[in-house]
């Protein structure tokens, strides 16, 4: 699988961002595609998943009730969409992939090129 992350950019403190991962490679099952953002001197940080059948979802604590996960299977596309985004957003944002949410952020199956965040307050 390879993943392809687009998106990013500069946004001021309250504003707005949607973060696109175009998938590619045959593709099984149920799977996860996700977004792992790591900013300078930072842990990596998972901030959200989605399973391309269920339809479930998980977001970060960090990011809940602001950022919005979804899919359209058809177009093997993830979007991110990013509310009221904050400086502590500001990070690289890595596309992810495999078969479940549920690891740790740098163990996800295949990773994009990462996108730049930056969020000025």
């Known amino acids: 699988v390879q993943l392809q992350a687009s998106g990013g950019g500069l946004v001021q403190a309250g504003g707005s961002l949607r973060l696109s991962c175009q998938m590619s490679g045959f593709i099984l099952d149920d799977y996860v595609i996700g977004w792992v953002r790591q900013a300078p001197g930072k842990a990596r940080e998972k901030v959200s998943c989605?399973?391309?059948?269920?339809?479930?979802?998980y977001y970060a604590d960090s990011v809940k009730g602001r950022f919005t996960i979804s899919r359209d299977n058809a177009k093997k596309t993830v979007f991110l969409q990013m509310n009221a985004l904050k400086p502590e957003d500001t990070a690289t944002y890595y596309c992810?992939?495999?078969?479940?949410?549920?690891?740790?952020?740098?163990?996800?199956?295949?990773w994009g090129q990462g996108t730049q965040v930056t969020v000025s307050s």
């Open positions: 992810v992939f495999g078969p479940t949410c549920y690891v740790d952020p740098s163990d996800f199956r295949s």
């Open positions: 989605i399973y391309s059948v269920r339809g479930t979802t």
